[in-house]
């Protein structure tokens, strides 16, 4: 099946710094988006992102559609403590009836 | 707005006994809904998803199965747990602007 790769897989980092994370793909995606999990909670969405080039924020979240339709990515910046949990991004192929197709997500932590 | 149930919350079963897990979504009608799994710091791995009553598409061929015996109402079933079926279940509805989650339920298989 269709296959995004995530990266980095884990990523420590001092609170304050700003994080960047991407996905890629061989194949064209329609729509990316970029999800954030809590432990022992359900994925939340973040920012989705619809048409190629488009870049959006969402505080100090901000993530790119690339202008290939291939790739994506999220930077989060000044993280807080609460920046902690894993981020998936997922990309749609077709119509949206079409599941969603998820990378493997990023882990991130942040020392205070 | 629209809102997402799962139940339970958790669960503990013993190998060989049968499973419901089941969803509900309010607030919107005929939506796409969806069954994960997530295996303990891994990815979300799709199992079912349907695109309306009693249309079920099986991703991943398992001793699960999944039933939508109401537009706003996804169940997830098995007649006989394994320990592999051990995870974090995510049951999920769709629409344009994404897929939301709900809060999962965690099962564990002994």
């Known amino acids: 099946g269709q296959q995004l790769n995530q990266s980095p897989q884990s990523m420590f980092i001092q609170e304050g710094e700003d994080v960047s994370m991407n996905c890629t793909s061989s194949?064209?995606?329609?729509?990316w988006l970029w999800y954030k999990q809590d432990p022992g909670e359900g994925p939340v969405l973040l920012i989705a992102?619809?048409?190629?080039?488009e870049l959006t924020s969402n505080g100090r979240l901000t993530a790119q559609f690339g202008i290939t339709r291939k790739d994506s990515f999220l930077n989060i910046s000044a993280s807080i403590p609460s920046d902690v949990g894993i981020y998936f991004c997922?990309?749609?192929?077709?119509?949206?009836?079409?599941?969603?197709?998820f990378g493997k997500g990023t882990r991130l932590s942040v020392i205070a | 707005s629209q809102t997402i149930h799962q139940w339970p919350a958790t669960l503990v079963q013993p190998v060989g006994s049968p499973l419901s897990l089941e969803c509900t979504v309010e607030?919107?009608?005929?939506?796409?809904l969806y069954w994960y799994r997530q295996a303990a710091g891994r990815g979300l791995q799709l199992l079912f998803y349907?695109?309306?009553?009693?249309?079920i598409s099986s991703e991943v061929p398992q001793n699960l199965s999944a039933s939508r015996p109401q537009d706003r109402q996804f169940i997830l079933s098995s007649k006989k747990l394994l320990l592999s079926d051990s995870g974090f279940y995510l049951c999920?509805?769709?629409?344009?602007?994404?897929?939301?989650f709900g809060p999962g339920t965690r099962l564990t298989v002994l």
């Open positions: 999920a509805w769709g629409a344009l602007a994404g897929e939301f």
């Open positions: 194949s064209i995606f329609n729509t």
């Open positions: 992102l619809y048409k190629a080039g």
């Open positions: 997922a990309g749609q192929l077709g119509s949206g009836n079409t599941p969603l197709v």
């Open positions: 607030g919107t009608s005929n939506p796409n």
């Open positions: 349907s695109v309306g009553i009693g249309q």
